[in-house]
């Protein structure tokens, strides 16, 4: 399959629209509950199974490719299916919609206008955590059924999922990734697709503007903090903040929650209990965690605070995974093509299945099912969704409404 002809047709035009991408991410920015490992399910659903915008083995590729990458990996997973869909209008698109409906609702709670109470003891919530463990469920299942389909690679998403379980630490997910494309090296042979031929995902984005990218991430990281102490720019000392915050963190949005807490509270920009409110809250809300950085823009005691800091402070932390993204996968789609390659993405691929299992453990189920009837809910929702075919929006509002009821 060649750039021409590939997903995205005859001369380089792409499969799909700027606004079919952003109605699509809009839907999953409204409904997407559940944290990152949820996400991924969600994403599956809707663009593999649903639409079939890509198969399983590339959405695999780039989930590991993400994973690898600092920053909110769901959302880089997002900002890369809009890249494919309708190039970098998709990309913006993509990440626009999914990021806004969570980032508006979070800044209007820190002006006040918006109240969740104790967030983490509503039954709303409880049907809403339900149903992610239900959604991650069968994404688990669906992504073993084709990513692991002989003994090897089942044993190596085995491997991977006891070893993010046992080590306990965000990095053990990269070095359970590394893992499994060793041993895919090492251990399996190289498979093609149907016709011989690796599937291509077209992207759009030449090595050139790739290397640029990485280039212009690097210089961010090193330039903001010296314009900032250089011109004492309040602008930019929130955005130094946070674009580190996003470029340094590996592990998703609870994982940059330490770093924020050191750049925000004990510095003095935000005190301790609405840091802790504010959390609270980005626990309810859909879509990606780092919109939490809108939160503390908003509320920041420095000069630029309110809807110019939120904008400031969200625009920051999720620049480097857009830099990163749009820089590494014009050099991923060439290394992804390779025999060699080819080898260690099905080590890899394996290992994903059990990156995804982990996480349906633990955070997942320890925190959706806490009582028999979240249980009784999740199998629920589970079934209507695989067997009754019901969207995962869907299922994900019918759980809202039923713990907001009943729980």
Request: hydrophobic content about 55%; overall charge neutral; some cysteine.
């Amino acid at each position: 399959m060649n750039e021409s002809t590939g997903p995205e047709g005859r001369g380089g035009q792409h499969a799909g629209s700027v606004a079919e991408v952003f109605w699509v991410f809009l839907r999953l920015g409204l409904t997407s509950f559940g944290g990152p490992v949820a996400h991924l399910g969600y994403f599956r659903e809707a663009f593999v199974q649903r639409r079939k915008w890509l198969s399983d083995a590339v959405y695999a590729d780039l989930v590991a490719l993400c994973q690898f990458l600092p920053g909110p990996a769901s959302s880089q997973v997002g900002m890369a299916i809009g890249l494919q869909r309708a190039g970098m209008g998709g990309l913006f698109a993509a990440w626009f919609a999914f990021t806004m409906p969570s980032a508006i609702v979070l800044v209007a709670f820190a002006f006040g206008v918006a109240s969740f109470g104790d967030a983490a003891r509503t039954g709303w919530l409880d049907g809403l955590k339900a149903a992610a463990v239900a959604v991650v469920a069968q994404a688990v299942l669906g992504m073993a059924k084709s990513l692991t389909p002989d003994a090897k690679r089942a044993s190596i998403a085995a491997a991977a999922m006891i070893a993010i379980l046992l080590g306990g630490h965000p990095l053990a997910q990269i070095g359970a990734i590394v893992m499994g494309g060793l041993l895919g090296l090492t251990w399996l042979r190289a498979e093609t697709t149907e016709g011989g031929r690796r599937e291509h995902l077209e992207i759009g984005v030449s090595r050139t503007i790739g290397a640029l990218c990485l280039g212009l991430f690097a210089l961010l990281l090193v330039a903001l903090p010296v314009l900032a102490a250089l011109t004492a720019h309040p602008g930019l000392e929130l955005a130094d903040l946070f674009y580190r915050a996003g470029a340094l963190v590996f592990g998703g949005g609870h994982v940059v929650l330490p770093l924020l807490e050191a750049e925000t509270v004990h510095t003095g920009l935000v005190d301790g209990g609405t840091f802790l409110a504010g959390y609270g809250a980005a626990q309810a809300v859909p879509g990606p965690l780092f919109t939490f950085a809108a939160f503390l823009g908003a509320s920041s005691s420095a000069e630029v605070t309110g809807w110019a800091g939120a904008a400031i402070a969200l625009v920051a932390v999720f620049l480097p995974a857009t830099l990163l993204v749009v820089g590494a996968l014009p050099f991923w789609e060439r290394l992804r093509h390779s025999r060699i390659a080819r080898r260690a993405l099905l080590g890899i691929n394996a290992s994903v299945v059990g990156v995804l299992a982990a996480a349906l453990y633990d955070p997942v189920f320890t925190q959706g099912i806490t009582s028999p009837a979240t249980l009784a809910l999740a199998v629920a929702v589970f079934i209507a969704q695989v067997h009754w075919k019901l969207p995962a929006w869907a299922a994900v509002i019918g759980a809202g409404i039923i713990g907001f009821v009943l729980l």
